[in-house]
């Protein structure tokens, strides 16, 4: 009996000393985000919907969207697997303000929230059109 536990032990360490770490696996491929989505933020003022633009070279990307009167927000980010964060920083009257974005991506929908500093955080939901 101490024989067979003892065998089991040995071929158990074995098999444990030969597979892979988890932290050895490859890192996820960046989810594919490139092109335009119609993203939807929602605001104390309501909802404010207009097309985003994401341009990607790997894990990273561009983002670019016309913001409330007639102002651009652009700004850059990364991807991580299915993940994306990503920063734009307005300047205003009042001086800059940075929205910092997170969001995850399954298929062709992005959800995700933006931290928009005092003024709180700010869902918002996208569809890819192209």
Sequence with gaps: MRLRVLFFVIVTLAMAA???AAQ???PAKPADVGGVWE???QTPQGDMAADATFVQESDKFKFNMPGPMGMEMAGEGRIKGDELEWAVVISGGMGEFTLTFKAKVVGETMTG???AGDFGVLPFTAKKKN
């Design 18 to 20: 030969g597979a892979p």
């Design 24 to 26: 050895d696996a490859p």
């Design 39 to 41: 993203m939807t933020v």
């Design 113 to 115: 929230e933006a931290q």
